[in-house]
């Protein structure tokens, strides 16, 4: 307790940063204050060490009240530093480029990204620096190449107006940059600059993907429809559109046999190849598969369009290397023209794949432009092939067979086994109108696997030293299952395979002949022998009979027919016979029909033949009595 007259004084020791130095503390200690100073003044009867202690303690609390507000004072530049330092140290390591501009267009922030960015200096972009001199400096350091005032009152325009802008532009080194400028309340605004390269890069990659084919980069389907429709509304007067619709033949053979990998490259090289045939303004894509199309413009007569035809097929012709593996290809190509088979882009596409369908009907490897009864011809193929898939469920073929007679015996010596379709409206259909629908949608490998089987079973039942040969299709060549699928035969039938000939035509050969050859020797390890069929309507190449030694070649209808004439067709036979006989080969005439052409071919030197003069191809029934009486008649003339 104090004593009388003294005046007790407690001074609380506030701690402003515990947060109790706020304004109320800081009113309550004043008025405290002058509660004191009041009293001191106002009591003069008071004694003086009484007044000395009052005047003391009134000192003491106002330099506790000056203290503490200093303090605060302090304590609030510091945190204000504080702050500062982690806003500065937040706007520099944010990925954009941020500019904060006053509603007089000059700069409050501008953050070390944004340097960076342009290759700006920090003694210029830095706050108080106007908008004008800061686009003038980027256009010094070469990130600007407009003209300044012009961009600087645009923008300041729009933001004035309230609306936020978007551009474009490049910075150093070739990076796309993306600039938003977003106004504020205040009258001022933000810039965000982002590097959008890669995100730039990325969609394009994305749009690339949509509208290129992945394998060949060349524009694909919905790219093409694109760049027809564009070209279909800027054909000029007197001049015409042409479309190509291009499938490679056999393709799937060479990807079944050689694998996707070889056949992925095939394509590429394809696509390579037309680029090179193509005009400035013309246009190749790949449909899918292998399928490609072409847009000719700017065409001012149907020469052009040949011309580009011709070099395509002989860019697609020439052989190529795929692997190790050198690949012969070929092409049937359809054509439809605007404005004469169509302006409208459905219709003219629709024309060009008929067209193409025709080609292929026509034997593949050639073209065809549309033509008016395409239509028609297309729904009656369509038809045949859902009848031939009926015929080969219900089992409407036959096989007949044709003898080989051997010219210096006259005794037969093989029979051809020759597929026949007897249709319950249609009659007999020919295999040259059945066998290429067969080959194109893949039928054959069904169907040849059928002739196979069917054959050995009705041949074991001949005379053992009469062969039976069969016929395999390119198609059915390529499958890697061959071998086992004769093997397989040969076995159930219980036929010796040196009775059994298979006959290939050169087609065999020129897509792939090292793969073509491995399959030869396959089947030569069975013990079959194998013919080369048609020898001298294809490519005729001489090295196929030096690097595999077939048994048999047999020449072609086309030179038999012309043997007596005064044309080069018997000096071709005659070195056909010697080259066969040189290497131990056995030959034989397709197509003999006179007495004169089996005794050309005697003197020849030939050693089979086969044609209507000795017979025509006769069912199974009727080969077993043939054969049965002609072997009692040569045994009878002996």
Known sequence: MPRSGEISVRIEHLNSSSGN?????????????????????????????????????????????VFLLLKRHEVSDARLATERRNLITAVNNIPQGLVLYDASARIIICNRPYIEMFGLSPDVAKPGCTMQRLIAHRQETGSFDGDVDEFCDAIIRNVKLGKATRQLTQAPGG??????????????????????????RTENKIAHMAHYDALTDLPNRVLFRQRLEQSLRAIGPDEQLAVMYIDVDEFKSVNDALGHQIGDELLRAIADRLRSCLGQSDVAARLGGDEFAVIQTAVRDQTQTMQLLAAIYQAIRQPIECSGHLITTDASIGIAVAPADGLELDQLLRNADLALYGAKSDGRRTYRFFEAGMDARAKARRSLELELRQAIVDGSFELHYQPLLHLEDSRVSCCEALLRWRHP???????ADFIPVAEDTGLINDLGHWVLN??????????????????VSPIQFKSETLALNVAAALAASGLAPSRLELEIT????????????????????????????????????????????????????????????????????QAVVNIAAASDMTTTAEGVETEQQRNLLRVIGCTEMQGYLFSRPVPDVEIRKLLS????????VA
């Open 21 to 65: 130095a706020d304004a109320g503390s800081t009113k309550g200690l004043a008025f405290c204050a002058g509660l004191l100073v009041g009293s001191l003044l106002g009591t003069v009867t008071a004694q003086w060490s009484e007044r000395e202690g009052l005047l003391m303690a009134a000192f003491a609390i106002m330099a506790t009240i």
């Open 175 to 200: 990076r796309a940059i993306e600039i938003v400028n977003t106004p504020l309340p205040d009258g001022g605004w933000v810039a965000t600059i982002e590097d959008i390269t890669e995100r730039t």
């Open 425 to 431: 409206e249609r009659g007999t259909i020919s295999p």
């Open 454 to 471: 069917t054959a050995c079973r009705e041949a074991v039942n001949w005379p053992d030293h009469i062969h039976v040969a069969v016929n």
């Open 506 to 573: 050169e087609a065999v050969l020129i897509r792939d002949d090292e793969a073509a050859l491995d399959i030869l020797h396959q089947l030569r390890e069975l013990g079959v022998r194998i013919a080369l069929d048609d020898f001298g309507t294809g490519y005729s190449s001489l090295s196929y009979l030096q690097r595999f030694p077939f048994d048999k070649i047999k020449i072609d209808r086309a030179f038999v027919k012309d043997l007596a004439g005064t044309g080069a067709s018997s000096t071709i036979v």
């Open 629 to 636: 009486s002609h072997r009692e008649k040569v045994v009878s």
